[in-house]
Structure formats: structure tokens, C-alpha cells
């Protein structure tokens, strides 16, 4: 038996757990003081900690447990493909049927002719694969000067060296630089960086620096486009209207490809299985990982279409990964695509839960603390201000975001603070009534957190 169990006493897995444990993007000495919390289990879209504390997870724990907690049928799925093959590889000309399946299933749920699937362990693999995959496509089509890859200011496509270089954090990018053949270009965050533009002339305006961006590396020299469908991350930064219609425009006036990170917006998150579905986009490869699993099973992948399939099938591609397509991931993958699909979750997000949702986010609106409310599905966002009519910022970043999430937790929620946005990626299961507690406890810690804010003289 493990030597570690829940039933230990928060403080001594607090202290073992300080000990020997370095947390992602911690300040471990920080945390270390203040001691982790203890989650031992969770069902349906309610966290337990080691208190007895029920939480409700407004974050699908980082974006991906779609499905929520606690469905049994995964576990069965995982149990019986342990026992049956546990693991193999897909290398060397073999192929097993857990692979086959979730390919064959994803092929048929995306979009297009994207009918093709390189697994990964993950979003940050797939990225990294996505990277090389262009680059050799370009060079398989005789084009090999068609290296570099544009990406955007803020976004988040993962933390591995190459996919941390496509995303536009400048707090990684200041630990250590990024890879050479990445170029950024600024994100369509009208709240933050709109000015005196109304949000649909500020889309174009940023739209346009794709095309600005194309035209000075030289249409001969770019590989690429990638951009998540709505900037998770970077603070649920929901496009204006006019910004996605003109990418689209750019691209298809330009030889380049197109690559969405689906990552979060995929497997229902925005009311459709994809979020390229919901936005009308047109990719050439879509990044995957999170909901495809319910975050049951590390798993990932990129979808890519014939035309790029077919342009490197000639190709020894020198890429892989030890666990591509595992068949304990890919197994449990699949039943969690049929559950979505059998128990009409993602239909059910768009038609119903989502809408729900967005009427209870905005009437969050009318609240003092509160600027704009953004919604796209089940991905949502507010920016916390000191004076909404100019959209100012705090004058020290963070600090109120960070009261505020303190609060929430306070109030037995989890809600993520980016910066002064404040944001949410439930469970897709989640029902109207729980939709209705996430907006209360949600108004309880902007109400305490304004006091806060207020008693600390933050402006
Ligand atoms: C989380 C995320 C990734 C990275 O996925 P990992 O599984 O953490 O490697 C990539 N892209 C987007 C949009 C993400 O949200």
C-alpha cells in the first residue's frame, strides 16, 4: 500500500508536500509558508479538501474536466484496458485498436477535412508537434524558406521550449527566451488595450496586423498562423465580432496554414464540439487535449487535414512520443466522447446551460467592481476596475484579482484570477441550480473583495 493516504492530517501533507513537491508556476517558498490545499476527492462539479470543505470547481480543474467528477465508466474503460493491453507503441508500423477507435472518432467529429490525428501525451506535445509538422510540410512541398510561425501577444499554447515560444506570455519568455522562427503579434483584447476604438474597428485593426505581419517576413518565409478561437488563459479574452471574419479573410488571400489551439475550446467547451464550429474558422490543424479526456487521462493531439496529411505522407516524419495514442488514455478518451455525445452534454451546453450561464454572468454586471462581462459558451470572463466608464486598471496589477479569487475560495469557490479578469470554465455538466450557487457565491466574494479592496485603498 502507498504510505501516503488522505486520511493523514492537512498539516502533515501540507509539510510533506512542501518538502518534496515543486509546484507549476509557484512560488514554492511562498507556498511552502502558507502550506497547499489538499484536494482528496470530487464528484459531479464539487471538489472535497482534506478539511471536508465542498468546493465547487468553477474551473473543470484546469479547463478540462468537461464531463465532471467521479463518472465510474472511465474508470471501468481504464481497468479493463490495463488488463487487457496496457501499453503499446505506435512506432515501428504497429497500431493497436484504442488508437484506431479515438482517431477514427475524432476524425469524425471534427470539422472540415481534418481527418487525421497525431496523439501526444498532451497540449504543450501537440503544439510542439505542430510546430515541426509545418515546417516539414513546407519543406516537403519544396517551400523550405516557410518557417516561421506568427502567434499572439498573451495567448497560451503550453510550456514546453517550443510551445511556451508560441504562446505570448512575456513572464515565460523572460526565463529563459524562446525558440528562433516565432513572431507575435498583439491579441484582440478591446477592455485592455481597445483605447478610444469602438471593439469592432479595434478587431480589425488587430486582424490587420496579421496580415501587416505576412506581408514584412514575407508570405515565402511564414508556415503559419496559430491562435486559440478564445484566449483561455490569457483571461477568457472573447474577440470582437469583426476580428475572427477578417483573419479569415487575410488567410485565405494567403498560402499560409492555419492552426487552432482547441485545447480548451474543444469537446463542447463554447456550445459546439469545436470551438472553430462556433466561431465559422477553417483550420488546417486543430491542437487538442483537456475536454478530449475530461482530464481523466493524460492525452492530446493535433488533427490535421488531407491537404497537409497528404503532403507529408511521403515524409519520414522523425517525430513521436513514447505514450502517442496510449491505449489506456485513448480508451478512456473514447468513452468520454461517447458519454458527451450519448448524454447530449455538448448539445445540451449550447441549447440550454450555456444561455443560463451567460444570464447569470452579466447580471454580474451591475456589480461596482465590475467592467465588461464576456461569455462565449461555457468560458467566461469579467475585468475587475476601479472606474468602468474609462476601463482603468489598478495601479498595482494583480492585487485585486488576487483578493477577490481569496474570496471566492473563502466562499467555497474556485474562480481564477488573470491578472484583474476574473474567469470561469465549469463542468459542462453542471446544472442551473449549480449554475445559480457559482453566481451567488460569485457575488458574495466581489461584494467582500470590493470591502477589501476598499479597505486596502487600492485605485
Ligand atoms: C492548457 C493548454 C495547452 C497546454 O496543454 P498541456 O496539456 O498543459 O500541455 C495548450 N494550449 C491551450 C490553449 C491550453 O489551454
Redesign the pocket.
Known amino acids: 500500500m502507498n504510505k501516503i493516504t488522505n486520511h493523514l492530517p492537512t498539516a502533515e501533507l501540507q509539510a510533506l508536500d512542501a518538502a518534496h513537491h515543486m509546484h507549476p508556476f509557484t512560488t514554492n517558498a511562498e507556498l511552502a509558508a502558507k502550506g497547499a490545499r489538499v484536494i482528496t476527492r470530487a464528484n459531479g462539479v464539487w471538489l472535497t479538501d482534506s478539511d471536508g470543505n465542498k468546493i465547487l470547481d468553477g474551473m473543470a480543474g484546469?479547463?478540462c474536466v468537461n464531463l465532471g467528477y467521479g463518472r465510474t465508466e472511465l474508470a471501468d474503460v481504464a481497468a479493463a484496458q490495463m488488463r487487457e493491453l496496457p501499453y503499446y507503441n505506435t512506432f515501428f508500423q504497429t497500431t493497436h485498436v484504442p488508437a484506431i477507435a479515438l482517431a477514427e472518432r475524432i476524425a469524425e467529429l471534427a470539422p472540415g477535412d481534418l481527418n487525421h490525428v497525431f496523439f501526444a501525451a498532451?497540449?504543450?506535445?501537440a503544439?510542439d508537434t505542430n510546430i515541426r509538422l509545418v515546417r516539414a510540410y513546407w519543406a516537403a512541398q519544396g517551400k523550405p524558406s516557410k518557417q516561421t510561425i506568427i502567434a499572439r501577444r498573451n495567448a497560451?499554447?503550453?510550456?514546453?521550449m517550443g510551445?511556451m515560444s508560441l504562446g505570448g506570455m512575456s513572464g515565460m519568455h523572460a526565463q529563459g527566451g524562446i525558440i528562433p522562427g516565432v513572431v507575435h503579434i498583439d491579441q484582440p483584447n478591446w477592455w485592455a488595450e481597445g483605447g478610444d476604438m469602438t471593439p469592432d474597428e479595434f478587431g480589425i485593426e488587430r486582424a490587420r496586423q496579421l496580415a501587416t505581419a505576412i506581408d514584412e517576413i514575407g508570405e515565402d518565409n511564414v508556415a503559419a498562423f496559430i491562435a486559440?478561437p478564445i484566449q483561455?488563459?490569457g483571461g477568457v479574452i472573447v474577440p470582437p465580432d469583426s476580428y475572427w471574419p477578417e483573419v479569415k479573410r487575410i488567410l485565405a488571400e494567403r498560402d499560409i496554414l492555419f492552426i487552432a489551439?482547441e485545447?480548451?475550446c474543444g469537446f463542447g467547451r463554447t456550445g459546439s464540439w469545436f470551438g472553430s464550429q462556433t466561431l465559422d474558422l477553417a483550420p488546417d490543424i486543430m491542437?487538442i487535449?483537456?475536454g478530449l479526456s475530461s482530464g481523466y487521462q493524460?492525452i492530446?493531439g493535433s488533427v490535421v487535414s488531407d491537404r497537409v496529411a497528404s503532403g507529408i505522407a511521403d515524409t519520414e516524419f522523425n517525430h513521436g512520443y513514447t505514450y502517442s495514442g496510449h491505449p489506456v488514455a485513448s480508451a478512456v478518451a473514447l468513452e468520454n466522447l461517447r458519454i458527451l455525445d450519448d448524454e447530449g452534454i455538448v448539445a445540451r451546453v449550447g441549447s440550454s446551460t450555456a444561455p443560463y450561464l451567460a444570464q447569470g454572468w452579466h447580471s454580474l454586471g451591475d456589480h461596482p467592481l465590475v467592467g465588461e462581462t464576456k461569455i462565449c459558451g461555457m468560458m467566461a470572463s469579467l475585468a475587475l476596475t476601479p472606474d468602468a466608464s474609462t476601463r482603468a486598471a489598478y495601479s498595482s496589477p494583480g492585487a485585486a484579482g488576487m483578493i477577490v479569487r481569496e474570496r471566492c475560495f473563502a466562499n467555497g469557490l474556485v474562480m481564477r484570477a488573470v491578472g484583474e479578469r476574473m474567469i470561469i470554465s465549469p463542468p459542462l455538466v453542471i446544472t442551473e441550480g449549480e449554475i445559480d450557487i457559482l453566481i451567488a457565491r460569485a457575488r458574495t466574494a466581489l461584494d467582500e473583495g470590493l470591502a477589501e479592496i476598499t479597505r486596502q485603498g487600492l485605485t
Open positions: 484546469l479547463w498532451g497540449g504543450s506535445e503544439n497560451y499554447h503550453g510550456s514546453s510551445s486559440e483561455g488563459a489551439d485545447v480548451i491542437t487535449a483537456k493524460p492530446g
